[in-house]
């Protein structure tokens, strides 16, 4: 039976600058307890939030701040400190007042190229393996979402403990295969020469979803 969720938490669980601050909270709490050795994502340096005198300068310039901006709010993992206290006053303030946060990650200048060949196959599905075994899904496994052969977006992840993971059993096990299947799916996109696969019939498990979505509307 699936469960239900207040509407702010579920806002939350699809907001995509939280989804990215939960995934680099994550990742720093597995790098500071040593659980990973090395950089497996594009380094996230922090975060931008802008005061009301930036927002009001950009907007008289013609920047329209309410076209594609998440309004996510609550607390951030991975953040403490005054800057988290800050960051939370002034969304709350931009809430007040009937206006989306202005909010962005600042991540290191990342190399021009995805990196993704069949040299660097292996170590990328073990850098996901990993992502996944500190229960991050990024659900974005594409050439494109990579530089210098790290992810860069998470905009799209789900870490746990996630609303949707929790409403749904046999939706969170397909989630949880999810950046395995897109990696083998990505394999035969771009053509790699390469015998690296996460799973054993990539092709079959592609077509789980798409499978179960047409017996739900014979139904």
Request: with cysteine; proline share 3%.
């Amino acid at each position: 039976m699936g469960h239900s969720f207040p509407a702010e938490t579920v806002a939350l669980h699809t907001d995509p600058f939280y989804a990215e601050c939960r995934a680099y909270g994550r990742i720093q709490e597995a790098q500071e307890r040593g659980l990973l050795k090395r950089q497996i994502a594009i380094r996230c340096e922090g975060f931008l939030l802008l005061s009301d005198e930036d927002r009001n300068k950009l907007q008289d310039r013609g920047v329209d701040f309410e076209e594609g901006v998440g309004d996510g709010d609550g607390d951030i993992d991975g953040e403490n400190g005054e800057d988290s206290k800050e960051m939370m006053r002034q969304l709350k303030a931009a809430k007040n007042k009937n206006r989306r946060p202005v909010r962005a990650m600042v991540k290191e200048l990342a190399c021009g190229e995805s990196g993704v060949d069949a040299k660097s196959a292996g170590r990328i599905l073990r850098d996901i393996r990993q992502l996944n075994r500190l229960k991050i899904y990024n659900r974005d496994i594409r050439k494109d979402n990579f530089r210098g052969g790290k992810l860069v977006d998470f905009g799209s992840s789900w870490t746990e403990p996630h609303c949707f993971l929790e409403a749904d059993e046999d939706e969170a096990a397909e989630t949880k295969a999810e950046d395995l299947v897109m990696f083998d799916e990505m394999v035969a996109m771009e053509a790699l020469r390469t015998d690296v696969r996460a799973l054993p019939n990539w092709q079959y498990c592609s077509k789980l979803r798409p499978r179960k979505a047409a017996a739900g509307a014979s139904a």
